[in-house]
DNA sequence: AAGTTGAGCGTACATTTGTACGCTAATTTA
DNA sequence: TAAATTAGCGTACAAATGTACGCTCAACTT
């Protein structure tokens, strides 16, 4: 990559993390300015121009961006859970670890799901749409799962994992504890519940 | 009520109305500008300031309406399945008809639950929170649970049904049909697992 | 009847915003 | 080496926003 390519790489980064450095509690990406980025990565107004149509486009490359951060961290905590234990206990610790570290990347994914863009939208839900379907996979082939309920299944437990997410960045740490303890006892229901339902469809045979 | 005090409060209304009328998909609250409001209910922007502090006390006057009204409108539809037939069934079927006939006070709860302020996200939660602990104690007294087993169903519950109300809002008439019938199987799912759960326990002792 | 109150208005202003336009200077290409 | 490309800048402008201030006049109080 040419010098000029490099530079020009660089710059983008100092926006896109400009703008996730931006966010915070009391502010959500749709709230941020072109310009206000723009002064935040250290470049005139008008050079945003030169590496994003609009904020649009910037916002749509940090959930992307983020979503896949995101994965990224809970694939690797899965492999702590191979280890033995039990694997929702060892899931929740790690998505609470993740949240913890990223908590910007969680907010524009939360905030921006019921956001005022569809494109955006679609964006986290597809984002979304990965947990779910890995997670219906893994449940599938491990729990003999008729593809439907494994679907229901993995997008409850997904939904729930990441309420509990939304909830857990307004909390205190000592907080966080009790929540996840709470968590986990709501995806043993519905990993019980599953099970019990695919067993009383497989007896009606 | 003096003429007075009556036509301060109907141009009141005509500001929250506004308000309302102007959420769509396309526009949240927090995207509304003061003089947009004023402008749509007819006042110049100045007069604003005589029934409200700002926009943010507008706002969480909405939130709290609106969380009224949907309550209101969800106890009617309980009624209907105390005739008999699935509790969870007539609930979705209730739910689904109170989304659509009201989907602008959803769009802000939904949207203000992960917004950029924190009177909004705790307003909304105390909300929420209604729902949770009505249907808690129904569940504790009808199925006999463990308050704190009784609660963590009752949030389950909940969340996977407002989840579910912010996916339907993007969606066509015929596909929440599909919807609905997800949610359903995925709130089963959850009792099952929560009766199990009870039992296991009950057991022990 | 006289005096007070307050809802609503118009004017005004400082700020902030997105973005059009044209320039510069360094890198890349030929 | 000469020509072309382009990241970044500064200037400029129209549009919109929140809100301070002071006025009016109908409703209420005494």
């Known amino acids: ?3 000029r390519a490099q530079q020009k790489e660089k710059t983008r980064r100092a926006l896109v993390d400009a703008a996730f450095n931006q966010l915070s509690a009391e502010r959500s990406f749709s709230s ?3 310009r206000e980025v723009a002064r935040e990565a250290g470049i005139a107004p008008t050079s945003f121009y030169r590496h994003f149509k609009d904020m649009n486009e ?9 979503g896949l951060t995101l994965r990224q961290m809970m694939r690797k905590g899965r492999q702590r859970a191979e280890a033995g234990g039990s694997v929702i206990r060892i899931s929740v610790d790690t998505f609470i670890e993740v949240l913890e ?26 984002e ?27 997008e409850a437990l997904v ?32 990993a019980t519940g599953a099970e019990a339902l695919q067993q009383k469809m497989d007896n009606r045979t």
């Open 1 to 3: 990559m040419g010098v």
């Open 32 to 34: 941020l300015s072109l």
């Open 58 to 66: 910037l916002g749509l490359t940090m959930v992307d961006e983020g």
């Open 101 to 126: 570290s990223n908590p910007n990347v969680f907010r524009i994914l939360l905030h921006e799901r019921s956001g005022t863009s569809a494109a955006f939208r679609a964006a986290v839900e597809r």
């Open 128 to 154: 979304i749409e990965h947990f779910i379907s890995e997670l219906a996979h893994y449940t599938e082939a491990q729990a003999n799962r008729t593809p439907e309920l494994a679907r229901a299944q993995a």
């Open 159 to 190: 939904i729930l994992v990441f309420n509990a997410g939304a909830s857990a960045l307004d909390l205190k740490r000592s907080e966080r504890k009790a929540l996840a303890d709470q968590l986990v006892l709501q995806l043993r229901m519905v």
